[in-house]
């Protein structure tokens, strides 16, 4: 019997989520709520399913769903499903704030529930082929460059693209974070809409990690720096450069990546954690651990005074 699923929010992402589910073996698209009626059928028209505007109905429908909705209405959806049985992949940030991520994470373990979040970027063959090269980072580098998106201005460029990065960083590294210093200024919007910080952890690893949503082209690369190798990753292009110390000096080794779409991979590992009662790969931990760290970057930004310049 498929899994039944649904997508909560048919804005343009929950459009994808609802795009790969219609596509995906092991489950079956009933359902895509939104508070817009015309947007759930719209969605629902061209992937399937029943359109509804009420949360209470579209949790009778489903027993997983994606939640798309906008960020500082995480925490009421997400509860409201899980406590009535169903298992949620949470759109990242898990939410706008480290109370609303830890009412997520205890609604998940009462009502047991899986709560996975959609760091995407875990997903992405490039990563899963050499994240077991990765052993002890030493440096790491990452540009997340965008251009100006139209959506996701409720938040800032630190929680809106950044966090991939950060949600990669603390995955590699393992290490408690000591001190971070960030800088970041609003263009187009009242938020930070560029950003940049350097996070140094306690086993020595520093990162320095830049993103923009203003940016004439799109970037996704991220470069790790450690005793044995270098490896730089580009996650759109989903290609990767290696590095080793040989005899002769500098050798490049060769990387083969096999391409694939990254929500197809994270959606079927969403089901796959709901059929087996499985930990789902990014947790509702890890994601709370990711948005603590863009929060702290994004307080940094927004208190940090103004330079006074002598001419």
Same mark, same amino acid.
């Given at each position: 019997m498929s899994l039944r699923v649904g997508v909560a %929010?048919? %804005?343009a992402m929950g459009r994808n989520h609802a795009r790969v589910f219609s596509l995906l073996d092991g489950c079956e698209l009933v359902a895509v709520y939104d508070q817009d009626m015309e947007r759930a059928e719209q969605v629902a028209a061209e992937f399937g399913g029943k359109a509804v505007d009420s949360l209470d109905a579209f949790a009778a429908e489903v027993d997983a769903a994606t939640v798309a909705v906008p960020t500082v209405a995480h925490r009421n959806v997400g509860c409201t499903l899980m406590e009535q049985g *169903?298992? *949620?992949l949470m759109e990242k940030p898990i939410a706008d704030s480290l109370d609303d991520a830890r009412a997520l994470i205890e609604t998940s373990k009462r009502c047991d529930r899986i709560l996975q979040v959609g760091h995407i970027?875990?997903?992405n063959p490039v990563m899963r082929e050499l994240e077991d090269k990765l052993k002890e980072p030493r440096f790491i580098e990452a540009h997340r460059l965008s251009p100006f998106p139209n959506r996701s201005i409720d938040i800032g460029v630190v929680l809106d693209l950044m966090i991939h990065d950060l949600e990669i960083i603390l995955h590699l590294v393992r290490s408690p974070v000591v001190s971070v210093d960030a800088v970041g200024v609003p263009v187009m919007t009242p938020r930070e809409d560029i950003a940049n910080a350097r996070i140094r952890f306690e086993n020595g690893c520093v990162a320095n990690v830049t993103s923009s949503r203003i940016s004439p082209e799109r970037m996704r690369k991220i470069r790790v720096f450690? %005793?044995?190798?270098?490896?730089?990753l580009d996650y759109q292009e989903q290609s990767a450069g290696m590095y080793r110390m040989g005899a002769g000096g500098i050798e490049k080794v060769e990387v083969n990546i096999e391409k694939d779409e990254p929500l197809k991979l994270e959606l079927a590992s969403f089901i796959e954690s709901v059929n087996l009662g499985a930990t789902p790969e990014v947790s509702g931990q890890q994601g709370a651990d990711a948005l603590a760290l863009a929060l702290e970057i994004t307080n940094q930004i927004m208190h940090s005074p103004s330079p006074e310049l002598s001419i």
């Open positions: %929010g048919a %804005g *169903v298992h *949620v970027e875990r997903f450690q %005793g044995d190798c270098y490896l730089s």
